[in-house]
């Protein structure tokens, strides 16, 4: 059972039709499930059991499936979008502060890189075409032409691809929470909350360290 499925409450009518905490929950739901078991294998009634509602509840509220899987990663990379955007235009916006920001973000949401891997990146996935079309050039497409800007201030090297350490500046700031079952068993890293500000600080000091004019 997961730690979702052991929060069941009693099934029932939300006291209210617009029940804010209630939507909620039923993202936190369908964004555990999502991850731990992928997009096809899970249905809309287990979603609903696990939040303690009727699966009409979720209609209500979410219109469809996919609409609710859309909604569960807009969610959290809208707001992410949106702060990579004031950086951006801050005109200051280094590399280790973005790898805070992303790895910030996923300390909230840590189920979001599974699900993404899942639903966006690998061949098949349910969301790969929208996130490509919506969300893509907002976040990670957007990195090179931030890192160029730092790269025209000198504050980035200009011997490196901005392109390439996007994906890679990404890959060190998301792999943590992808490989987190692996890493804590197998090499014995904690994720507690001090685990977790240790991994951050190690990521900053190696994109300060490596690509810092």
Do not use: C
């Not at 509220?61 to 951006?88: C, D, I, N």
């Not at 050039?137 to 691809?161: F, M, S």
């Not at 994720?191 to 360290?209: M, N, S």
Request: no cysteine; proline share 7%.
């Amino acid at each position: 059972m997961n730690a979702v499925q052991s929060k069941r409450r009693a099934r029932g009518r939300p006291p209210g039709q617009d029940s804010p905490q209630l939507r909620e929950s039923i993202l936190d739901a369908a964004e555990e499930l999502f991850s731990t078991q992928g997009y096809s294998s899970t249905s809309v009634r287990e979603i609903a059991e696990t939040t303690g509602v009727n699966p009409a509840m979720i209609h209500y509220y979410f219109g469809s499936k996919p609409a609710l899987l859309q909604l569960v990663m807009e969610r959290t990379l809208e707001p992410l979008a949106e702060a990579l955007a004031e950086m951006k235009n801050a005109g200051q916006a280094p590399a280790s502060e973005i790898s805070r920001l992303l790895m910030k973000t996923l300390r909230q949401h840590p189920n979001l890189p599974v699900l993404m891997v899942r639903e966006v990146m690998l061949p098949g996935g349910a969301l790969q075409e929208h996130f490509l079309a919506h969300m893509a050039p907002r976040l990670g497409g957007a990195l090179p032409a931030i890192l160029k800007n730092e790269q025209e201030a000198g504050r980035v090297r200009q011997d490196l691809d901005p392109a390439i350490t996007a994906m890679l500046l990404l890959a060190l700031s998301v792999f943590p929470f992808i490989a987190r079952d692996i890493a804590e068993q197998g090499l014995g890293i904690t994720y507690d909350t001090r685990g977790l500000e240790k991994i951050e600080h190690h990521v900053a000091r190696l994109l300060q360290e490596g690509i810092t004019s």
